[in-house]
């Protein structure tokens, strides 16, 4: 029954950080064994795990993106944040946010629908 929804900026700049929110409702994300996942697709191309939060905190990066990404945690406000920096039209895609009992995709059991972000040259 838990539910995440993205939320944040559709159009952003070159240059400029990328900022979304997941806001979960009806689980905590400080429940034990859980971690919580962005994920993003790219126009035509298949998902790309960006990294995740787990329930104590502990943050995990693609090593691909590690120096651009930031994943953080508002836990009186049942929410995690992704900071993407930098950005440039090869960060446009869908973004997601996810839940599962681990980052890998195959064992996610919550989505949120996604969000599109454009990135303007």
């Known amino acids: 029954q838990v539910q995440l929804q993205e939320s944040g900026p559709r159009l952003v700049k070159s240059s400029q950080t990328l900022s979304l929110t997941c806001t979960v409702s009806?689980?905590?994300?400080?429940?034990?064994?859980?971690?919580w996942n962005w994920i993003r697709q790219p126009p035509g191309k298949g998902m790309e795990w960006l990294g995740a939060?787990?329930?104590?905190?502990?943050?995990y990066y693609n090593p691909s993106l590690k120096s651009r990404t930031s994943i953080s945690r508002d836990t009186s406000k049942n929410h995690f944040t992704l900071q993407l920096s930098s950005v440039t039209p090869e960060d446009t895609a869908l973004y997601y946010c996810?839940?599962?009992?681990?980052?890998?995709?195959?064992?996610?059991?919550?989505w949120g629908q996604g969000t599109p972000v454009s990135v303007s040259s």
């Open positions: 009806g689980g905590s994300i400080t429940t034990n064994a859980y971690y």
């Open positions: 996810a839940r599962g009992r681990s980052t890998l995709i195959d064992e996610y059991d919550s």
């Open positions: 939060i787990g329930y104590s905190g502990s943050t």
